[in-house]
Nanobody, 125 residues
Framework: VQLQASGGGSVQAGGSLRLSCAASGLAFDSYKIGWFRQAPGKERVGVSCISSAEGRTNYGDSVKGRFTISRNDAQNTAYLQMNSLKPEDTAVYYC???????????????????WGKGTLVTVSS
């Protein structure tokens, strides 16, 4: 199983980025996908989660209304559209996957089965 996050970069505050998470080696449409981030000196935290099948979503409070998670099962890819970026969004962003037994968009960091390498997002003021 491989997950590859991409799309990070450097933007000014108020800008947008779209992250992609390309998956292989798993039945993608049966897995929940979560996005997580880790800022320098801080713990990894959840950003958003999307369930399989119905694509139900969940967001961290700090990104609600600004970030949108989505998935394209035909392309085995999940996305994180990030708008109105703030300097505090600066972090390494990771995607992760776990088999979806429940259809509930909950992606606890210690419960994810597979992780990809991160992609760095830097937001300048």
């Amino acid at each position: 199983v491989q997950l590859q996050a991409s799309g990070g970069g450097s933007v000014q505050a108020g800008g947008s980025l779209r992250l992609s998470c390309a998956a292989s080696g798993l039945a993608f449409d049966s897995y929940k996908i979560g996005w997580f981030r880790q800022a320098p000196g801080k713990e990894r935290v959840g950003v958003s989660c999307i369930s399989s099948a119905e694509g139900r979503t969940n967001y961290g409070d700090s990104v609600k209304g600004r970030f949108t998670i989505s998935r394209n099962d035909a392309q085995n890819t999940a996305y994180l559209q990030m708008n109105s970026l703030k300097p505090e969004d600066t972090a390494v962003y990771y995607c992760a996957a776990v088999f979806d037994y429940s259809g509930v968009p909950s992606c606890p960091p210690n419960g994810m089965g597979y992780w990809g390498k991160g992609t760095l997002v830097t937001v300048s003021s």
